[in-house]
């Protein structure tokens, strides 16, 4: 995997949390780091796991309708073949890593599981919403080279951490962005970072000295998408993520990227701006179509929105930008394929989101 290849993940990992991708390319083409460091930065920059764990039952989506009551003409893909079955079947991911400490004021508002099986939580300073602190580990057996290696890498900035015994800070990789590495209780490397904090050699080891092991909680997955999901592969990166500010305020989403048809399918509280949009029919109930439109150098989604019960399913196409020298392109995926993707989608019955804006 090249330089590119990585920042393009990374763009498309977090979707929703970035600027516009063709900015963030822009800056990080004048700013060329070795693959390591920039590996780090995609696991902890963004943040894993999307702990809406209290899922009891669920309810299958109705059948795919029989027919789509308008098709765009400026969209052009290829529909997923037959055996197309993407692979989210992560299961339960155990929590075990809880803060006893954290900065005043500073509450959780981020989950991601990432297909490698990393999670990442994330916690905010609402009074200061730049400020942030991320945990992350790897929820799965097996090794983990890249993160084993930046260990290796930063043998020369150590710090003592008591019983937790050496922790190592990584190489930076943006500004006012520090990183602290340790290995766990199994002996798997877990790691901190800070952003945006005034003394952060002073605050992570205090967090990582704080940390409990005990933690009880459990990612149960909300959404899960059966074949066909937008033409995507099984062999595709994705990502499974919860950010909100409060309980009435929050978005599950699972996204795949990496790829020609970077896709998110979303849950929400509330509706995406639908202006523009069209009537279509979808999981039996009336939705809407949103076609993509360009905003400056780059491209909106394009969407179908339902509603399910109080809250909204979106399936979107991501824009797709290819290099570094070429601009960003609409996605390709047709109207046809996010109502089956749609049709696809199983909600739970239920949504913990109690934990958002908590410590």
């Known amino acids: 995997m090249t330089t590119d290849d990585l920042i393009r993940e990374a763009l498309a990992k977090q979707a929703d949390l970035a600027p516009p991708p063709h900015a963030m390319l822009a800056a990080l083409a004048r700013r060329r780091r070795n693959r390591t460091p920039l590996v780090i930065a995609v696991l902890v920059t963004a943040s894993a796991l999307v702990a809406v764990a209290a899922v009891i039952t669920r309810q299958p ?16 893909g290829k529909p997923p073949r037959p055996d197309t079955k993407p692979d989210y079947s992560l299961g339960e991911v155990p929590l075990r ?8 004021g500073f509450v959780e508002q981020f989950r991601e599981l990432y297909s490698g099986g990393i999670y990442t939580r994330q916690w905010r300073n609402p009074a200061d919403p730049e400020q942030l602190v991320a945990f992350s580990a790897k ?23 008591g ?20 290995r766990g209780a199994d002996d798997r490397l877990v790691w901190l970072r800070a952003k945006n904090l005034p003394d952060p050699r002073e605050v992570l080891p205090r967090i990582a000295k704080a940390m409990r092991t005990d933690g ?25 993520t919860s950010t909100g500010t409060s309980p009435t305020d929050w978005t599950v989403t699972i996204a795949t990227f990496g790829t020609v048809t970077p896709t998110e399918v979303r849950l929400s509280s509330d509706s995406p701006d639908t202006t ?51 601009p960003p392109k609409p996605s390709a995926i047709p109207l046809e394929t996010l109502v089956a993707t749609a049709n696809a989608t199983t909600v739970a ?11």
Not at 169 to 177: I, K, R, T
């Open 163 to 182: 019983a937790l015994g050496e922790g190592r800070y990584a190489l930076p990789v943006e500004p006012q962005s520090t990183t602290l590495l340790w």
């Open 216 to 240: 009880k909680s459990v990612h149960g997955p909300v959404l899960e998408v059966a074949a066909p999901y937008a033409g995507n592969r099984t062999t595709d990166s994705s990502s499974y």
């Open 276 to 326: 523009g949009g069209t009537p279509v029919r979808a999981r039996g109930t009336d939705a809407t179509f949103v076609p993509a439109r360009q905003v400056g150098d780059d491209w909106t989604d394009v969407m179908v929105v339902v509603p399910v019960g109080d809250l909204f399913l979106t399936i979107a196409g991501k824009s797709f930008q290819a290099d570094l020298r070429t």
């Open 349 to 359: 019955d239920h949504v913990d989101v109690s934990w958002f804006g908590k410590r």
């Open 139 to 161: 929820a799965k057996d097996g090794p983990n080279p890249m993160v084993e290696q930046t260990f290796k890498d930063a043998k020369d900035d150590r710090v003592d951490l």
């Open 97 to 104: 890593y809880e803060p006893g400490w954290l900065p005043d």
């Open 61 to 76: 989506a109705p059948v795919a309708d029989p027919a789509v009551t308008q098709t765009p003409t400026s969209y052009t």
